[in-house]
């Protein structure tokens, strides 16, 4: 049974981790990973075909502890144990639940001191007993003597005088004065550990198609326990196409992963002489995992060619490989009788509006099952890839945009080139890059 440390508007953990509000997914479930033979049957609870519009849960059935994940930005926004019985609770150092504490309305006063009223929810038939970032629900129906209730207390505030032995519930974690309306709060400092985040990616584009990246960046100081640099720093950095190897590196640092392309899965449409000839180098990927971000070298010139940007929705093969990348993109709609107009695409927007902006249905999609990857199994089911604009949108069966690919202009090189493949057609053509550019490191893990 676990031990655990509640900490009110911040978090819930003991000495070896600690779930903060605030804490990315990713953290959270490498924590998981890590105390796997502790915390066992952990359900990952989404909806599939509005990920937007429901919390993500990590839910630790055995624990009886569920982590709810705003569905925008990913952090986490509620801590809640939904089943005492099966944890250890205690308040600075003193258990107010445990095998021998059971947590009794008198309990929790004497653990946590006085605070306002209990407030009746009667759509979940719940009092709910409030602190600062900390609530107790108490359910009427397993109580022995009928609570005193009064509506219209004094000055209007709900009041409810609690039976003696009523016992909680549920617990929750959260961040403001108000359980109903709160929010993930920002990124904790002790989550940054050494890393640097994405706070947004804008596409800069010039006439002919994207062009490169703007990044707004957050980092806090070096890792765990640094006292000298305790504050989050916000700054901008740009890459463009044909950016050197050297270049991206002074630019947004190492990155976590380098993964070199291994095989061209479109070389049966290259001319003959080409099919037989082997590779003398690779292109490869430097994998920004934080950003959400994978970035392609030309292995022969050592510069940018592609850039790959990932949204993370629950539902895709890759999902929390990446963090979510808060892309904006500007897209050129060509009218009949008009000029042309930018539209903004950003990390939210569904391929069928997408869509309707351009006025015309895009062409056939790609269709990608992600066979060739080393686990040939991917119980998530195709996706769907479409070309615009020097860009490849891989979207999911419920219209949301699983990735975006940016490729600048067609360069000459020993490699096979657009113009070497006339009997080709557009969606073919599109059908190649998308290949050519899935087949990395990070994509197969």
């Given at each position: 049974m676990l031990d655990l440390e509640v900490v009110p508007e911040r978090s819930l953990g003991n000495e070896q981790w600690e779930f903060t509000l605030g804490m990315p997914l990713a953290q959270a479930v490498a924590i998981l990973q890590k105390h796997c033979r502790i915390i066992k049957n952990v359900q990952v609870l989404y909806s599939e075909q509005s990920p937007l519009s429901h919390d993500l849960i990590l839910n630790l059935t055995q624990d009886g502890i569920k982590l709810l994940f705003d569905a925008f930005n990913q952090r986490l926004k509620v801590i809640e144990v939904y089943d005492l019985t099966k944890v250890k609770?205690?308040?600075?150092?003193?258990?107010?639940?445990?095998?021998?504490?059971?947590?009794?309305?008198?309990?929790?006063?004497?653990?946590?001191?006085?605070?306002?009223?209990?407030?009746?929810?009667?759509?979940?038939?719940?009092?709910?007993?409030?602190?600062?970032?900390?609530?107790?629900?108490?359910?009427?129906?397993?109580?022995?003597?009928?609570?005193?209730?009064?509506?219209?207390?004094?000055?209007?505030?709900?009041?409810?005088?609690?039976?003696?032995?009523?016992?909680?519930?549920?617990?929750?974690?959260?961040?403001?004065?108000?359980?109903?309306?709160?929010?993930?709060?920002?990124?904790?400092?002790?989550?940054?550990?050494?890393?640097?985040?994405?706070?947004?990616?804008?596409?800069?584009?010039?006439?002919?198609?994207?062009?490169?990246?703007?990044?707004?960046?957050?980092?806090?100081?070096?890792?765990?326990?640094?006292?000298?640099?305790?504050?989050?720093?916000?700054?901008?950095?740009?890459?463009?196409?044909?950016d050197s190897c050297q270049d991206v590196l002074s630019t947004l640092g190492s990155p976590h992963k380098v993964f070199y392309k291994s095989e061209d899965k479109m070389k049966i449409h290259s001319p003959s002489p080409h099919k037989q000839v082997p590779s003398k180098c690779n292109d490869y990927f430097f994998n920004y995992f934080t950003l959400g971000v994978d970035i392609l070298f030309d292995a022969n010139t050592h510069k940018v060619k592609k850039f790959v940007l990932h949204t993370n929705y629950p539902g895709h093969?890759?999902?929390?490989?990446?963090?979510?990348?808060?892309?904006?993109?500007?897209?050129?709609?060509?009218?009949?009788?008009?000029?042309?107009?930018?539209?903004?695409?950003?990390?939210?927007?569904?391929?069928?509006?997408?869509?309707?902006?351009?006025?015309?249905?895009?062409?056939?999609?790609?269709?990608?099952?992600?066979?060739?990857?080393?686990?040939?199994?991917?119980?998530?089911?195709?996706?769907?890839?479409?070309?615009?604009?020097?860009m490849i949108f891989e979207v999911m069966q419920n219209n949301h945009i699983a990735s975006v690919t940016l490729y600048g202009p067609t360069r000459p090189s020993s490699q096979l080139r657009t113009s070497d493949l006339p009997h080709l057609s557009t969606q073919e053509r599109c059908g190649k890059e998308i290949l050519s550019t899935l087949h990395h490191g990070a994509w197969n893990c």
């Open positions: 609770l205690k308040y600075c150092g003193v258990h107010f639940n445990s095998q021998a504490i059971a947590p009794t309305i008198e309990q929790i006063d004497q653990s946590f001191g006085a605070t306002h009223p209990g407030v009746y929810n009667s759509a979940e038939q719940l009092f709910h007993l409030n602190f600062r970032g900390l609530s107790f629900s108490f359910q009427l129906d397993s109580w022995t003597e009928t609570p005193k209730y009064e509506p219209n207390f004094a000055h209007g505030l709900a009041s409810l005088q609690i039976p003696h032995g009523a016992t909680v519930k549920r617990m929750y974690i959260y961040n403001g004065n108000s359980l109903q309306d709160t929010k993930a709060p920002l990124m904790p400092l002790s989550c940054f550990l050494g890393n640097v985040y994405a706070e947004n990616v804008d596409v800069l584009r010039d006439g002919t198609g994207p062009s490169g990246l703007r990044l707004r960046l957050l980092t806090a100081g070096c890792g765990p326990g640094v006292l000298a640099d305790a504050k989050m720093r916000v700054f901008e950095r740009c890459v463009y196409f044909g093969y890759n999902f929390n490989i990446y963090h979510r990348c808060e892309f904006k993109i500007p897209l050129v709609i060509k009218r009949d009788s008009a000029d042309s107009q930018t539209e903004t695409c950003t990390t939210y927007s569904k391929w069928d509006s997408i869509q309707d902006l351009l006025g015309h249905p895009v062409e056939k999609p790609v269709v990608l099952h992600r066979s060739s990857s080393p686990n040939n199994t991917n119980p998530f089911g195709s996706t769907f890839c479409f070309g615009l604009q020097r």
